[in-house]
């Protein structure tokens, strides 16, 4: 999976199914538990009920962001998309 990621710069999408998860419930849960010799990207569920986004490119920058997850309805699936650009100096989460 290593060459599929290109961490200077990507989007990564993803549906949570319906039920999934608790998103009020002050547990740590990963979504996504990405790691290689680059770096890593992992998305979870924190204890705080926020959606984090941990984004490391090894030597060349690294970047936290977390947007409130507690509001969200449990029932229903929800999209997240992170996208990231090294060149741009930005990484944004959406929900």
Not at 10 to 15: E, N
Not at 52 to 64: P, R
């Amino acid at each position: 999976m290593e060459n599929k990621i290109d961490f200077s710069k990507g989007t990564l999408s993803f549906w949570v199914p319906a039920g999934a998860i608790d998103y009020d419930d002050n547990k740590f849960v990963y979504l996504i538990n990405y790691n290689s010799p680059k770096g890593y990207l992992k998305i979870v569920k924190d204890k705080d009920n926020g959606i984090k986004v941990l984004y490391d490119y090894f030597d060349n920058g690294k970047c936290e962001l977390e947007a409130s997850a507690a509001e969200l309805d449990d029932n229903n699936k929800h999209h997240v998309a992170v996208t990231w650009s090294l060149s741009e100096r930005n990484i944004k989460l959406f929900i």
